[in-house]
């Protein structure tokens, strides 16, 4: 009973290491994101502490935004509302750190979830390093998304109890499930929860299935899954019950059917081209001013790590008839094919005109962070696949590979000087920007895709070069999984450090700043003290940059 405590207590730590290296000047150097999606919830925050403060009572009105809206109805504010935020805060740790230690706390979920299926410790590590350090979770701590961060890290943890109720059925697994359940969505951000709720039903589906359930034992699992997630809803309803009162008068409920209208629903819908960008990062400029995809406003490419790909491959064969291995499969195609949206609409629309509440959803590509869930797990399966040893039907399948990868390689080494001008040509011109400045944003594109390009090459040469020494029985079991770790790792860091350390030539800058300089910042200055002693009613006039 002590050796898995232990094992999963240094799994922990060491995502805790990880982490605190990644985001070294946010935990030892008071730094912080300073993004218009981090101020703007932080100075209304300030306010309504400031007024909870002084009136003694729950602030349900913010008068800030939009003429003025709900705080908990709008998710505007929800101090207090979060139960695991509430035992953070006794120990005095403020929210950034709390979303770094829920990366920690999704490495963690995964690599418990891993482990249930007896996998390799290092492989259920390296998995779950795969998903705390993917880009998009490391790109909402530092964009303001901290509540799609926290309620994602949720997911492993989700999937693995709903299979140990689906195996026992027990109370006290029920009861975890209830708890989960009510956490994730007391993080208030329901579209990730309602996409850990559509894993949810579509495991159990899969279960029901390969099991080949009667129909008694159908209704009893079913059952069980609902009780424990009805619980976790009423946990949950504190935050809900305002949500729903609001939602009629908001644009995610206002068109006729009850939901956002499709138009803005599908906004940043993800083109099937840009998923280009899961095995070449700055195919489509890296994010800001390069960024020339078809969705807007967009600061990170949907990348989930080239090495964990080449595994995610590696573990859907090799373990192809294991249940979990179909629904993930499954799952991982079924996300897709939403993510589109109207690029694509057959099975967004279905969801969108069938599914409860989807309609109020936008972004359909938000549903990305289920994939590269799904393909971390795969990864996991693959890496363990590498330690238990290669075997001749394996081999046969890497000598396949390895010959079309060096074919490639060839083609496009051969080809490079003429995809270049074809290439240059597609890029849009950059808005309000003169021919200067468009040719050095091109020139940043084109070294995005070249620099993307040489990390895919070597990543995938790597791979496939300690595939071969595994094969060979040069190295063992475990030195590979380590080797094959370490260059999961740096693949992952190398997108991870671009998102949190843009280079200058990169046209992006770090959102990180000082702590003090971002309270100096909303504390006030001598235009808002104008503006308040103003007398009267007045508006301000949006004159825009002068």
């Given amino acids: 009973m002590k050796k898995p405590f232990v094992l999963h207590a240094v799994a922990a730590v060491l995502y805790g290491v990880l982490v605190a290296v990644l985001f070294f000047p946010v935990v030892f150097q008071s730094m912080q994101p300073a993004s218009p999606d981090s101020v703007s919830p932080m100075a209304t925050a300030l306010a309504l502490e400031k007024l909870a403060m002084e009136s003694g009572t729950y602030p349900l009105w913010q008068p800030w935004s939009f003429s003025g809206m709900p705080s908990v109805g709008a998710f505007s504010w929800l101090d207090g509302l979060y ?76 999937v693995w109890v709903v299979l140990r109720v689906l195996r026992t059925g027990s ?92 138009e803005y629903a599908t906004m940043w819908s993800m083109h099937p081209s840009e998923l280009l960008t899961f095995l070449i990062p700055g195919a489509y400029g890296f994010g800001g001013i390069t960024y020339w995809g078809h969705m807007p406003f967009t600061d990170y490419p949907n990348y989930a790590g080239i090495a964990v790909l080449v595994l995610a491959v590696v573990g859907a064969w090799s373990m192809r008839h294991h249940m979990m291995t179909r629904y993930l499969l499954i799952a991982t195609v079924l996300y897709l094919l939403v993510s589109f949206g109207k690029y694509w609409s057959p099975v967004y629309d279905l969801f969108y005109h069938t599914a409860p509440m989807f309609n109020r959803f936008r972004v359909p590509s938000m549903i990305l962070i289920a994939v590269v869930f799904n393909v971390s797990l795969l990864a996991g399966f693959g890496l363990h696949k590498v330690i238990e040893g290669i075997r001749s039907g394996g081999v046969n399948v890497l000598k396949a590979a390895s010959l079309l990868l060096a074919l490639l390689i060839v083609i496009v080494l051969l080809s490079g000087p003429w995809l270049e001008t074809p290439i240059r040509s597609a890029f849009p011109a950059v808005p309000g920007a003169g021919v200067q400045l468009e040719r050095i944003v091109d020139n940043v594109r084109w070294e995005e895709i070249r620099g993307s390009f040489r990390l895919l090459v070597v990543t995938v040469v790597v791979c496939f070069g300690l595939f071969w020494l595994r094969s060979r029985d040069v190295i063992g079991g475990s030195v590979s999984a380590v080797l094959l770790a370490l260059v999961m790792m740096a693949d992952l860091l190398w997108v991870d450090s671009q998102v949190l350390y843009p280079s200058p030539g990169s046209l992006r800058r770090s959102q990180l700043v000082q702590d003090h300089e971002l309270r100096q910042g909303v504390s006030g200055d001598e235009v808002l003290s104008f503006l308040e002693n103003r007398d009267g009613v007045f508006r301000i006039y949006p004159a825009g940059t002068l």
């Fill in 83 to 158: 139960y695991p935020g509430n035992i953070l805060d006794l120990f005095h740790i403020d929210g950034l750190m709390q979303q770094l230690l829920h990366l920690v706390f999704a490495g963690s979920g995964v690599f418990l979830l891993l482990r249930t299926f007896d996998l390799h410790p290092i492989a259920a590590w390296t998995a779950g390093m795969a998903y705390m350090l993917a880009p998009y979770m490391v790109t909402m701590f530092v964009y303001g998304h901290g509540s799609q961060l926290m309620t994602a890290a949720y997911m492993p943890w989700m």
């Fill in 171 to 262: 109370p006290a697994d029920m009861g975890i499930l209830a708890l989960l359940a009510g956490f994730q969505l007391q993080r208030a951000h329901v579209q990730i929860a309602y996409y850990s709720w559509m894993s949810v039903a579509l495991l159990l589906l899969v279960v029901l299935v390969m099991e080949r359930s009667t129909l008694r034992a159908a209704a009893a699992k079913t059952l069980k899954l609902a009780v424990s997630l009805g619980l976790g809803i009423v946990i949950s309803l504190q935050v809900y019950l305002p949500v729903l009162n609001y939602t009629p008068f908001s644009v995610r409920g206002a068109s006729d059917a009850g939901g956002a209208a499709y």
